[in-house]
């Protein structure tokens, strides 16, 4: 039997996803002039686990650049490598280099071969540069054979070339059906020259030129991180020795104890003997001068979390939803019945109720997704347009731990991106500029992301020049739309999401070609959210983007028309009135305009837009609902409102089709389907009449 | 239109085909009943606004929001009266659960090709294109509908058509 090694691709494509984004995290985070070595280990254990990965899968191109950026790092983390600025954008640009190889074998295809060529040299030129650099005389490969010696303790003893070595492992509870598979997945490392078998403890002595990690990378796949213990067995410690006397020789007393223990039967004889043997070891390392390294990758979190497919956590959230209906009925089912003969019951439903609640919050929670998924790609974004861009741009994130929905915050990405590019070409000015301004040369960019009761609020504000109001209302002038002076600033600044709208002077690649704020205004409304813009002259933007934290639940008011129940999202909902017939304004006859403290609202009938018999006629024995939509206001008629609840969105389109004016539909209390009006499309019919009428008197215009 | 008629009944092998067997006034009709997901009594629906007549609404199936359509309606076969053997068919077409209202199921039979005969065609409102044939066991004479091209058939407005 052997192990398909291909079922665990998947997982190494993830970790190695994960692995890079980190590493791009902390290139990004180090100061080049004063590396924190703990960010530098980081840096090269997420190197050294992907080439791991990367060399048991045969993804040669991805193992071969990893290498090679390893090196430089193992170098740079011993300070044998001067770091700078262009040093790291190669880094970085290594890294985005891996995420196309890695994109490439994942669609099972060879990485670009050229690319990999060129970013070897690039490696390979920067590896020669500073050797030359680190001039003082013990010279890179000095360098190189301390970092080994230093990293041997961990138990991951890199072996130089022509130097025999082996490795000792103790592996824990292996089932015996897959230890024979383990074995000749070992195998393929070297040979192995003993094995013992010892219940589910299995022994070997591997002769291997690989290191421990890498092989531990492997079983990695397969065992857990603590059920694996490696040991070098040092074949010729003498040739080392000279180097770092201290290290080699306790290393060459653990690997003996280690050995010894691994006489005894039992895998609980083994471990304390290795425990001291690793103790021991760390002793070296304050002997041998070194900084302890900390244990190889953040075990903790790892096993503190848990994957799983996304269709798993709908169809749960499904089922809640089913749960918190079914037990809705119920309760309607139980108000019926007399409280005082019934008492015990009547606990009993309300606890259900609160437990099916708590238990839908819980299951919705899972979906959540902190906004640093979103925010932590722009740190490298920033710094590469500023630098595009001749601009110094400082970017603080704000709030990277709030909770957002994973749907919509992988729709955000997009929007968001596009309002940051455009701060920093448009918003923020250039460093002559700033300060002949009086403002450091250095613009700030704040993301920052907070709740604000069922909704997130982000915010991207920059301290750059804010909108300009001429510029923006001569550029729409000149586009066609109507404007005028009298206009308010936040009408204004809502000018520049017309579609083609464009201020900057000269069109770049990085935006200003009016092509985006349209469509990331239309993104945001689509997830059920809007745009504010707050700017002020010289001193910045603030564009702040508000949204529902899910699309799964609604805050939801019924209403009833004839005998028909329409669900309206809470959040579209001004105030609700009943108007006397003095409010009532006929134009043209039939159609109706409400005057609401000094404004003129077209009124939306809905019995007639559904075409609801039986519903009531008369404006004023109606309630009209005043609702907002695309910051246009208008009045809604129903015959009665019936209740707020929170209601769980059903997508109608599985089975059916769009419907006009209806966004979705849901379940009530009953186990009836009740409709969710859709208010941007209702406030958009107003519009197309009000659009047909004027036509219309224009056409009666002309033939009279 | 005869060779798509045709080519339908290739499908139906000489083993024998089962057909869920149901009336619409005194009419028989047969679907296949490999697409029938389960036969349930007719609850209320909720009426959507602005669709074709024979779309009698939506309703809630254990959580899953499934149109209804009433085949006397669809048919011309006058308006049904829903009555307390009114039943709803539960289809599972492609991925689409769709609900019919039929006046009543009466049995599941086997049709072997040989009791199969292509529809002629006739002028009314159910084309010979959504039709596999006429099947007769015994003295009755059943209308056998391919009720997945039917209904997703443009006509039937039950899904978006392709912008």
Redesign the interface.
């Known amino acids: 039997m052997s192990i398909d090694i291909t079922e665990f691709y998947q997982t190494f494509f993830e970790e190695a996803a994960e692995l890079l984004a980190e590493m791009e995290q902390q290139l990004l985070a180090l100061d080049p002039d004063e590396p924190d070595t703990e960010q530098l280990h980081a840096i090269f254990r997420a190197a050294h686990s992907i080439k791991g990965g990367a060399g048991t899968f045969g993804f040669t191109v991805l193992q071969e650049t990893t290498h090679l950026l390893e090196n430089l790092l193992d170098r740079a983390r011993h300070g044998d490598l001067q770091l700078d600025r262009a040093t790291i954008d190669i880094f970085l640009e290594t890294k985005d280099m891996l995420s196309d190889q890695l994109e490439a074998y994942r669609q099972q295809t060879e990485p670009d071969a050229e690319a990999f060529a060129r970013i070897c040299q690039v490696l390979k030129t920067l590896a020669e540069e500073g050797s030359e650099q680190a001039a003082v005389a013990a010279a890179a490969d000095n360098g190189e054979v301390s970092a080994h010696a230093a990293e041997a303790p961990q138990g991951g003893s890199e072996s130089e070339p022509g130097q025999p070595e082996g490795l000792q492992l103790i592996l824990h509870k292996v089932p015996a059906e897959s230890a024979d598979a383990l074995l000749e997945e070992l195998a393929l490392f070297g040979e192995i020259s003993e094995q013992k078998r010892d219940g589910e403890t299995l022994r070997v002595m591997l002769a291997t030129q690989n290191s421990g990690d890498d092989v531990r990378a492997v079983l990695g796949f397969v065992l857990n991180e603590d059920q694996i213990e490696i040991q070098p067995i040092q074949a010729d410690a003498a040739a080392d020795s000279e180097l770092a006397p201290a290290v080699q020789s306790e290393e060459v007393a653990a690997s003996a104890a280690a050995a010894s223990s691994a006489e005894p039967a039992g895998a609980n004889a083994a471990r304390p003997d290795t425990g001291a043997a690793e103790g021991g070891t760390r002793g070296a390392d304050a002997k041998g001068g070194e900084k302890p390294r900390p244990a190889p990758r953040a075990g903790a979190s790892e096993s503190s979390s848990l994957r799983v497919s996304i269709e798993k956590i709908d169809q749960i959230i499904?089922l809640v939803?089913?749960l918190v209906?079914t037990q809705s009925m119920l309760e309607q089912g139980a108000g019926e019945l007399d409280p005082v003969v019934h008492g015990k019951l009547m606990s009993g439903m309300n606890q259900l109720q609160r437990n099916a609640r708590d238990l839908q919050e819980a299951v919705m929670s899972v979906r959540m997704m902190p906004m640093d998924y979103v925010f932590s790609r722009f740190p490298r974004l920033v710094r590469d347009l500023a630098a595009k861009l001749g601009k110094e741009v400082e970017l603080e994130t704000v709030g990277k731990s709030t909770e957002l929905d994973k749907s919509l915050i992988e729709r955000i990405i997009d929007p968001l991106t596009h309002l940051v590019r455009n701060s920093l070409d448009h918003g923020i000015e250039s460093p002559e500029k700033r300060a002949a301004a009086g403002k450091p040369t250095a613009g700030r960019l704040t993301l920052a992301a907070q709740h604000q009761g069922g909704n997130i609020l982000i915010e991207i504000s920059d301290d750059g020049a804010g909108l300009s109001r001429d510029r923006i209302l001569a550029k729409a002038a000149q586009s066609g739309l109507s404007v005028s002076e009298s206009m308010s600033d936040d009408e204004v600044w809502q000018l520049i999401f017309a579609p083609g709208f464009s201020t900057a002077d000269q069109v770049t690649d990085v935006s200003g070609r009016g092509v985006g704020m349209d469509v990331v205004k239309r993104n945001i409304q689509q997830m059920g959210g809007h745009v504010d813009i707050v700017s002020n002259p010289g001193q910045g933007t603030s564009i702040r983007i508000v949204l529902p934290l899910t699309l799964a639940i609604l805050d939801g008011m019924s209403v009833r028309v004839g005998d028909?129940i329409y669900i309206l999202p809470l959040s579209a909902i001004m105030e609700s009135m009943q108007v006397s017939e003095e409010h009532i304004n006929t134009v043209t006859g039939s159609e109706r305009l409400l005057f609401v403290r000094g404004e003129y609202l077209p009124l939306v009938e809905l019995h007639r837009?559904?075409?609801?018999p039986g519903a009531e006629q008369d404006v004023t024995r109606g309630i009209v609902i005043i609702v907002q939509s695309e910051g246009r206001h208008f009045g809604l008629l129903v015959d009665q409102l019936i209740g707020q609840h929170q209601v769980v969105v059903?997508?109608?389109?599985?089975?059916?089709?769009?419907?006009?004016?209806?966004s979705a539909?849901t379940?009530l209390g009953d186990?009836?389907?009740?409709?969710i009006l859709d208010i941007p499309a209702l406030s958009r019919t107003t519009r197309d009449r009000e659009k047909a009428r004027l036509q219309a008197n224009v056409n009666r215009g002309e033939t009279a | 239109m005869m060779d798509a008629a045709a080519r339908d009944l290739q499908k139906v092998d000489n083993e024998g085909h089962e057909f869920l067997v149901f009336r619409l006034g005194d009419e028989e009709y047969g679907i296949d009943i490999l697409k029938v997901q389960e036969i349930r009594g007719y609850e209320g629906v909720t009426r959507i606004a602005n669709a074709p007549d024979f779309i009698k609404g939506v309703t809630n199936l254990r959580g899953v929001i499934v149109p209804i359509v009433d085949l006397r309606l669809r048919f011309d076969i006058g308006s049904a009266e829903y009555t307390a053997q009114t039943v709803v068919i539960v289809l599972n077409i492609g991925h689409r659960v769709v609900g019919i209202v039929v006046d009543g199921v009466s049995d599941v039979l086997t049709l072997t090709s040989e009791q199969i005969k292509p529809a002629p065609e006739f002028g009314s409102s159910l084309s010979t294109q959504y039709l596999t044939g006429l099947g007769s066991v015994e003295e009755r004479m059943l209308i056998l509908v391919d009720i997945e091209k039917l209904m997703s058939s443009e006509e039937m407005a039950l899904v978006d058509e392709v912008v």
């Open positions: 499904n939803g089913e209906i028909e837009v559904f075409d609801i059903k997508n109608l389109e599985t089975n059916y089709r769009k419907v006009n004016g209806v539909a379940i186990g009836s389907v009740a409709l």
